[in-house]
């Protein structure tokens, strides 16, 4: 086997890095992190430096990759190390730059580790966590983080010796719904009530939905949406790391994977979220709009998905990090996690007691959360 740091995703081809990373999880396709670097949403501008780890065997076949990069800041990320970066500055030592293992931009979890289904995968995963320890410790840097890994990752990680930390959504679930009403059905009478009277404001505004796909959007819409997205960033002291030229390439490159929820106001486009898809996951990612009306943007951003959701058979709708405001809509607590390599000795203890207190007070917040359902007790039971 042979282990490469590849400084561009386009050392590979599309269908080489798609064998060992699939493509039913759209942030791990080729396609969705070769459009970042197409078009300077990662690089040097924003401090997301692709070092993608790379593993062949001897027929120079791709059987493992992991999606890395060398960061000078800590934007984009969603796990929040800030005051990591704060306790290294005081004792006068760079925190700045770091390795980051992770999707950019985007706090959803995912198979961080991608390997070839051969016999020898869970070697092909040691030989590629050890490279990016390596690798790391070669370059002087302060840390390496492996943000939102999915169960198998998270358990090898803690094997290899990293510190794990605790963070929480909030998700919806697909009970095989037949439509709304009947997801409706099993709330407490006070939240049902709630929810039908945030959708009767929008239906009151006069505001109708349309759902496109990335292949069926026309470049106008695509340019729309874009907007939506930046105007957001730009009001909240944002940057809208994300361009045109991205949304373009992925609509061409990854299809009905792209969902849009356009909002309508007669003929004028008014609001919209930006959504991709799995097979059985909805991921919200983004949401912007032009006018502000009632409940619009639980609407846009939440009921409009669990519509879609039911509509095509989703098991999940995942719509971002943070936002206990989503457990009354009957989004409801999920762990997320990251592995942690800390190169300073003396800091990796001091983490590593920080993180037994912070997990244990996580869950004590998720279980409080846990308990303020919107479900009727019988169901939740």
């Not at 300073?344 to 359902?373: C, K, P, W």
């Amino acid at each position: 086997m042979k282990l490469e740091i590849l400084t561009s995703i386009d050392t590979l081809q599309a269908d080489q890095w798609n064998a060992v990373a699939g493509t039913r999880n759209p942030f791990l396709r080729y396609e969705f992190l070769a459009a970042l670097e197409h078009n300077g949403c990662t690089g040097e501008q924003y401090g997301w430096l692709p070092r993608h780890l790379a593993a062949f065997d001897r027929e120079r076949r791709l059987v493992g990759a992991v999606p890395m990069y060398l960061k000078d800041n800590s934007y984009g990320e969603f796990v929040f190390d800030h005051a990591w970066a704060d306790a290294w500055q005081r004792a006068g030592l760079p925190y700045y730059p770091k390795s980051v293992v992770a999707v950019p931009y985007t706090p959803a979890t995912g198979a961080r580790i991608l390997t070839a289904d051969t016999p020898d995968r869970e070697a092909v995963a040691a030989q590629l966590v050890r490279l990016a320890q390596e690798w790391s410790r070669s370059e002087n840097l302060s840390s390496l983080h492996w943000l939102f890994t999915d169960p198998q990752d998270t358990r090898r990680l803690q094997q290899a010796g990293l510190l794990l930390r605790l963070g929480c959504q909030f998700h919806w679930s697909n009970e095989g719904y037949r439509d709304f009403e009947d997801y409706l059905s099993v709330f407490n009478s006070r939240k049902r009530k709630k929810i039908r009277r945030e959708r009767r404001y929008v239906q009151e505004a006069g505001i109708t939905f349309d759902v496109v796909h990335g292949n069926e959007a026309s470049d106008t819409e695509i340019a729309i949406m874009h907007d939506f997205y930046r105007t957001t960033f730009e009001s909240k002291w944002g940057h809208p790391t994300l361009s045109l030229g991205f949304f373009r390439e992925i609509a061409a490159t990854m299809g009905g994977q792209l969902v849009f929820i356009m909002a309508r106001k007669q003929q004028r486009r008014v609001a919209g979220a930006i959504c991709l898809r799995s097979d059985d996951t909805l991921y919200g990612r983004h949401w912007g709009c032009y006018e502000d009306y009632h409940s619009l943007h639980f609407e846009t951003c939440y009921y409009q998905g669990i519509d879609y959701c039911i509509a095509h058979g989703l098991r999940r709708f995942e719509p971002g990090a943070q936002g206990e405001h989503k457990i009354s809509r009957g989004f409801l607590p999920e762990p997320t996690w990251s592995a942690h390599w800390i190169a300073h000795e003396g800091f990796r203890n001091v983490i590593a007691r920080f993180l037994v207190q912070e997990t244990e007070a996580m869950h004590d917040y998720m279980a409080e959360l846990s308990a303020r359902s919107p479900f009727r007790q019988s169901r939740v039971a």
